[in-house]
């Protein structure tokens, strides 16, 4: 009996083990409300990179460094606070959010940045503090480990060398 419980036990601990790492190996790549339509929305402000070429590029980029990438794309904001509070309790402690139009706008993705204890690096394809004034303010960088603004897919790649040093 107490040999079973011992190697049940272990047992759970081995898988509970292989889960966590399995997690602390992946950063979750987040982007906001519109970014679906890269490539074809605005390219003399966004370019044409499309945002599944962005999602490969930063994919290929993480691999060589052991991680793999856990990506998401929504045009609402809750299911992104969602998504962000589902990657922390997988695990996940390392992000790269492109907000989006919520990066001006939404305290309740701020919130939910703050609360999930993942370092998230914010990225924005142009310069948002080269465009309109509304795009000044980012309600969200405070509360991320850093932001990355005007670098294209440089940008998410930058921000994802950062993260795995
Ligand atoms: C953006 C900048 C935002 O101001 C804008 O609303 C976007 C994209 C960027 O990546 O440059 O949709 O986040």
Do not use: W
């Not at 989006?100 to 940045?113: E, G, Q």
């Amino acid at each position: 009996m107490g040999v079973h419980r011992n190697s049940k036990s272990a047992l759970i601990f081995n898988i509970t083990f292989r889960i966590l790492l399995l997690a602390m190996k992946k950063i979750a790549l987040i982007n906001g409300v519109n970014l679906d339509r890269l490539g074809i929305r605005e390219p003399a402000v966004y370019g044409k990179t499309t945002l599944s070429e962005i999602v490969s590029a930063v994919r290929a980029e993480a691999a060589k460094f052991g991680y793999e990438i856990a990506d998401f794309q929504s045009n609402y904001e809750g299911e992104i606070v969602e998504k962000i509070a589902e990657f922390a309790d997988s695990g996940i402690t390392l992000g790269i959010i492109n907000p989006a139009a919520f990066t001006h706008t939404s305290v309740a993705i701020r919130d939910s940045i703050a609360g999930s204890g993942i370092k998230f690096i914010e990225v924005h394809i142009s310069n948002i503090y080269g465009r309109e004034s509304f795009r000044h303010d980012s309600l969200t960088a405070p509360v991320c480990a850093g932001l990355v603004a005007g670098m294209g897919l440089e940008g998410y790649l930058a921000a994802l060398r950062y993260l795995v040093k």
